[in-house]
């Protein structure tokens, strides 16, 4: 969607648009399933355990911390990343209330 035109869209829409593109590959997702498992990890660590090449899931690294779902923490030369709870939780309850806003099921 062009700049031009997200304009055209409610705040609450852009976000979830937003959160949902971060989460729109599966490398995001393993790297996702990953932090939350542990309490921090260091990006060396995660290509250990991807089947990507460190310069791609530093990519992608920086996807899901732009869009504010993980924090990082500099040590060093390294870098260790973990989930953002209270991003998290707000990520939650905004998909929980679109997916939720299903009054009834249509016949269609």
Same mark, same amino acid.
């Given at each position: ?11 609450r829409?852009n ?14 997702i393993?790297?996702i399933e ?6 921090? @990890?260091? @990006?060396? /660590? ?5 089947p ?20 990082? /923490?500099i ?6 990343? @973990?989930? /953002?709870?209270?991003?998290?939780? /707000? ?13 009834e099921?249509?016949? @269609?």
């Open positions: 969607m062009g700049v031009t035109k997200t304009q055209n869209f409610s705040t829409q976000e979830l648009a937003r959160l949902a593109k971060a989460f729109a590959h599966p490398a995001r393993a790297i990953h932090l939350l498992n542990k309490t921090t @990890c260091v @990006c060396g /660590d995660l290509v250990d355990e991807l990507l090449a460190q310069a791609t899931v530093s990519q992608h690294l920086k996807e899901l911390k732009e869009a504010g779902i993980l924090q990082g /923490d040590e060093g030369t390294r870098v260790c990343y @973990c989930i /953002d709870r209270e991003a998290w939780e /707000d990520t939650r309850k905004q998909f929980n209330e679109l997916f939720n806003s299903l009054t099921i249509n016949s @269609c």
